[in-house]
């Protein structure tokens, strides 16, 4: 049942003066007697937010409903406005003689008061009246379905029970929640940007807003949402294929640039874990659109053997200022400074420890035994790998002067394998590559398939990879997209 | 006794708010003889084998057989090729193999 929420007109303004004032605020009591003056010399007409009766002595129109504030974005009180023809051509905020003689044209208006006095905040914009009033005032810019819940119904209970949880409990997502979360986006709501995969459903920003408030999103991480959604929503990232895959593979979020600091995000102690809401909740808003928008859900069309725990949410920010290297979405070609999301086809990170390598090649060397397991020792070229290097051993790089591509490089040489390792039933295993490659050697990673980020605590000598899904463009490739205010 | 809703047990629906279309499935053939049954290989590995071993049989039982690839696995299969299959087809099968 659709819940009417009538917007009201756009109080027109009368012409003349008109003032907006509230008996809470002391400027406005200051000002009483000038209002008294000009009402007394020309056409004025005030406003009161907290009390029809105040001031004293003045037709005043009760503006307790705040519509008249709201609509004429009255920021604090008092406010004087000049009016003609119906629209407002003049405003002075606060007390200032100068100015409102200025504007009213009236000379020696409110003797034995000071000259200036600040004016407070209007009720309009209260952070604890403003959700009300956006949705009171706003509510026809959203256009999804209204559902309104039975009288005894749990609103978390309910939600579940319409399917729309990953299994851990959701914001409810109520029109006063969505238009604080549409706050942070300058994008109209019924902007469309993907087609969400399985369903290929079209998705606006009003949708993408709906799952992150249920996600737990703050509206400053919204834009990251949206980039997350349109960076999934391609034919190169291919969500639809990540989705259905058997494999444990889902997205996994890399931001970059300095909104990673203004949302707080980690990317230290930690980063792939727990304990940070930025971290925790832009991700499960991006997995929220597909099961909600798109209708992936597991057991449907997600058919993954295990999955793995990072499917509620994996994203984490780069640790850019203590790195020696360029930030991974340079890597992929984001100009520098610029915020930007990467999303990998990734399974859960895993463990890389060494904890005595000092040199450069040693290390190197780590890595690259580590990485050859990757999926299978014995399976090649089929899967690319996000390497997060810590602090610790992107110190014995940096220390040793090794650029970001003098590793990949190094790695890639370390991981030429011989065919006869790769072929079905070498070791008495009998995964493996064909007969036809014993004599050729192969690399583990296609050119390009090694990407690195720098992140982690600042303590341990330890690495982590994550492995990637089918790679290249039978699967999935990496897809880095700029987040816009 | 009824109550309104108040506002805040109002939410918005986050789904894509479609109307799901259910069709009926075609009426199953009354014989294989001269049909034409087309057998699309999703390209997973030895999905080929067997689609042999179905064509095979196919032709035994007196039907035509029209063969057709998926590019890949992991994305669903193109639009031209999915109404090429429906315009030169009577039925389909589709292979998963690994």
């Not at chain 1, 002067?401 to 006869?420: M, N, Y």
């Not at chain 1, 295993?429 to 064909?434: D, F, M, Q, S």
């Amino acid at each position: 049942m659709a819940a009417p929420s009538e917007r009201p007109e756009r109080p027109a303004l009368p012409d003349g003066l008109v003032a907006i004032v509230k008996r809470d605020c002391p400027t406005c009591v200051l000002v009483a007697p000038v209002l008294a003056e000009l009402a007394g010399r020309t056409q004025l007409t005030v406003y009161s937010q907290d009390d029809p009766g105040f001031p004293e002595g003045v037709p005043v129109v009760d503006d307790r409903e705040l519509a008249v504030s709201y609509h004429h974005d009255v920021d604090a009180v008092p406010t004087l406005l000049r009016v003609e023809g119906g629209r407002e051509v003049e405003r002075a905020v606060g007390w200032q003689r100068s100015d409102w003689e200025k504007l009213s044209g009236e000379r020696g208006l409110g003797a034995g008061l000071p000259d200036w006095r600040p004016g407070c905040g209007s009720r309009s914009v209260d952070p604890d009246l403003l959700p009300g009033l956006r949705a009171r005032f706003e509510s026809d810019r959203l256009h999804a379905r209204r559902i309104a819940l039975a009288p005894l119904e749990d609103e978390f209970e309910a939600m579940v029970q319409r399917g729309w949880s990953d299994g851990l409990p959701l914001v409810p997502p109520t029109p006063e929640r969505v238009l604080e979360m549409l706050q942070g986006t300058t994008r109209k709501p019924d902007e469309t940007i993907a087609l969400v995969p399985p369903d290929l459903v079209e998705c606006s920003v009003e949708k993408v807003a709906i799952n992150a408030v249920m996600a737990g999103c703050k509206p400053e991480y919204l834009p990251v949402v949206l980039a997350c959604v349109e960076a999934a929503c391609t034919d190169a990232f291919n969500a639809h294929g990540l989705l259905a895959t058997t494999m444990p593979t889902g997205p996994v979020i890399v931001v970059n640039g300095p909104i990673r600091r203004r949302i707080g995000m980690n990317s230290g102690i930690n980063v792939f874990g727990q304990g940070n809401r930025a971290n925790s909740t832009i991700g499960r808003a991006l997995q929220l659109v597909i099961r909600n928008v798109g209708g992936g859900r597991p057991g449907e069309v997600d058919r993954a053997t295990f999955g793995n725990p990072g499917k509620l949410s994996f994203c984490f920010a780069e640790d850019e200022e203590a790195s020696p290297w360029t930030p991974l979405a340079q890597d992929l070609g984001a100009e520098p400074g610029v915020d930007c999301v990467t999303l990998f086809p990734g399974e859960g990170p895993r463990s890389i420890v060494d904890q005595l390598s000092r040199e450069p090649e040693s290390l190197a060397r780590t890595f690259a035994a580590n990485l050859r397991t990757l999926h299978h020792p014995k399976l090649v070229l089929a899967f690319d790998v996000l390497l997060a290097v810590g602090p610790e051993h992107a110190r014995v790089f940096r220390e040793a002067g090794w650029s970001k591509a003098q590793l990949v490089e190094r790695l890639h040489a370390l991981l030429q394998i011989p065919g006869g390792e790769l072929v079905r039933g070498a070791g008495g295993i009998a995964e493996g590559l064909p007969e036809a490659i014993k004599d050729a050697t192969l690399p583990k990673f296609r050119p390009g398939g090694i990407l690195v980020v720098h992140c982690g605590g600042g303590a341990g000598l330890f690495s982590a990879m994550i492995g990637g899904w089918v790679t290249g463009e039978m699967g999935s490739q990496p897809v880095l997209r700029e987040i816009r205010s | 006794m009824s109550r309104e809703p108040q506002p805040s047990r109002v939410l918005l629906d986050p789904t894509g708010e479609r109307e799901l279309a259910t069709r009926a499935p075609l009426p199953r053939l009354p014989s294989l003889d001269g049909r034409t049954v087309g057998l699309l290989d999703i390209a997973k590995a030895r999905g080929d084998l067997f689609l042999d071993r179905l064509e095979a049989h196919l032709l035994e039982r007196g039907a035509k057989v029209k063969r057709y690839r998926k590019p890949t696995f992991t994305k669903p299969a193109p639009r031209d090729l999915r109404q090429q299959i429906a315009v030169e087809c009577d039925a389909v099968v589709e292979a998963l193999a690994d």
